[in-house]
């Protein structure tokens, strides 16, 4: 990792401006500008260039149906080990209802500051027929707007208007905080921490892209057992999991 930062400080010193799809899995510095391929929207909107404002590994995700191994479209995002979360537009995330302002719901999402959420927002929703939150309920849901200049806000409908999974979270189960680079690492693809756990208990799980998560086994000290086992896994190898596991399993 440290020689891996030297790399990145002596490219940024040359101020030389190296192609994003080359230092993908690489350290990124703060600074650094990294040019983008030409065939992604950001360019129309941003130009031909990132600016890295944080130090880690630069990471990027295909567009659904993209094409693979090119680099172009997509988001570009600094994997690296920030404590507080900062909301991102489409980001879904757990969030804590904290008070109700006329129309307006506000919900501590983790960051600087609350997001707001429309009772509007809730499938089915109407003036006449409006959705059950209170005051510390748990929302499920995801950002339409989120930027430094304006209050984040959040909505629990996609795009069609359904609610697609998301929206009051039940009140039974446990909800918990862990690292943001602990939840992209489970919202991976074929996650086999997930696969595992599916395999001790029947459960049901909430991922938020703001380090919380919800789960729910069918008693209490399962429920906690998958609340433990989650925390762990971070500082785990994947041999000392699979004991783990296998001892849950055989208890």
Known sequence: MTEAAAVAAESLAGSKARAARTVLGQVVLPGEELLLPEQEDVVRRCGDRLL??????????????????????????????????????????IGIVTAKSGD??????GGSEPASLSYLAFEGATKRNRPNVQVGDLIY??????????????????????????????????LF????GLIRKLLAPN????????????????????????????????TLILANVLEACEHMTADQRKQIFSRLAES
Request: proline content about 3%; charged content about 25%.
């Open 104 to 109: 307006i719901f506000k919900v501590d999402v």
């Open 191 to 222: 996650c086999e921490i997930l696969q595992e756990l599916g395999k001790l208990y029947p459960l049901e799980i909430v991922f938020g892209m703001n380090g919380r998560i919800w789960v729910k086994a069918k008693t209490i000290q399962q």
């Open 141 to 174: 849901g995801q950002f339409v707007v989120a930027n430094k200049d304006m209050e984040p806000e959040m909505v629990c409908i996609d795009s069609c208007g359904r609610a697609n999974g998301m929206g009051v979270i039940g009140q039974d189960g446990l």
């Open 52 to 93: 890295v404002t944080k130090c880690g590994r630069l990471r990027h995700k295909e567009p659904s149906g993209g094409s693979s191994g090119s680099g172009g479209g997509g988001v570009y995002w600094v994997d690296s080990q920030q404590k507080r979360y900062v909301p991102v537009k489409g980001d879904h995330v």
């Open 177 to 180: 905080k862990v690292t943001l």
